[in-house]
T-cell receptor, first 113, second 111 residues
Framework: GAVVSQHPSWVICKSGTSVKIECRSLDFQATTMFWYRQFPKQSLMLMATSNEGSKATYEQGVEKDKFLINHASLTLSTLTVTSAHPEDSSFYIC?????????FGPGTRLTVL | SQQGEEDPQALSIQEGENATMNCSYKTSINNLQWYRQNSGRGLVHLILIRSNEREKHSGRLRVTLDTSKKSSSLLITASRAADTASYFCATGGGSNYKLTFGKGTLLTVNP
């Protein structure tokens, strides 16, 4: 089946620093990738839709200058949390559009101190 | 905004019992999907049911869809402790379209 990886699986950083999270489709090409955020005991909320070779589409309320998304190839999308603050601490999950449906990565746990 | 609303929010049962979770949604759909998430982990795709289907089975899972009521149910039969997880319904999706998730049901299966 289609496999999506995320790196790192967890990261702890200091407030004010930037963190980059990678999402890779390992055995298929994905024109579209999605980034979700999940706070503890809550559901997944879509942050943005990442299209290869074009600008990402952000959901209402998500700051595009804070959450930078780059989808430079058909197998890699990156999410950079700039100037991270403790309220950005969350579980970030990506998905990649495959044949007929999306395939999810294992998630990245971000903790901002 | 949340498209799906699951109920109950939490469900605790004994091993061997059946677990039923419900999901309601607001807009018309092409399909509805159910996912499982173990604590702190990624999502596992369980089953997809299309809008022209009423019922679908996969192993111990049974999903129903009632488009007239805009609702779906997930039944897990003969539950096991390993079924303990959060279960989410989601609408939308496909290769290029975003998924909208419900709030989820936290299922606890006690040994």
């Amino acid at each position: 089946g289609a496999v999506v990886s995320q790196h790192p699986s967890w990261v702890i950083c200091k407030s004010g620093t930037s963190v980059k999270i990678e999402c890779r489709s390992l055995d298929f090409q994905a024109t579209t990738m999605f980034w979700y955020r999940q706070f503890p005991k809550q559901s997944l909320m879509l942050m943005a839709t990442s299209n290869e070779g074009s600008k990402a589409t952000y959901e209402q309320g998500v700051e595009k200058d804070k959450f930078l998304i780059n989808h430079a190839s058909l197998t890699l999308s990156t999410l950079t949390v700039t100037s991270a603050h403790p309220e950005d601490s969350s579980f970030y999950i990506c998905s990649a559009g495959g044949t007929g449906r999306q395939f999810f990565g294992p998630g990245t746990r971000l903790t901002v101190l | 905004s949340q498209q799906g609303e699951e109920d109950p929010q939490a469900l605790s049962i004994q091993e061997g019992e059946n677990a039923t979770m419900n999901c309601s949604y607001k807009t018309s759909i092409n399909n509805l999907q159910w996912y499982r998430q173990n604590s702190g982990r990624g999502l596992v795709h369980l089953i997809l049911i299309r809008s022209n289907e009423r019922e679908k089975h996969s192993g111990r899972l049974r999903v129903t869809l009632d488009t007239s009521k805009k609702s779906s149910s997930l039944l897990i039969t003969a539950s096991r402790a390993a079924d303990t997880a959060s279960y989410f319904c989601a609408t939308g999706g496909g290769s290029n379209y975003k998924l909208t998730f419900g709030k989820g049901t936290l299922l606890t299966v006690n040994p």
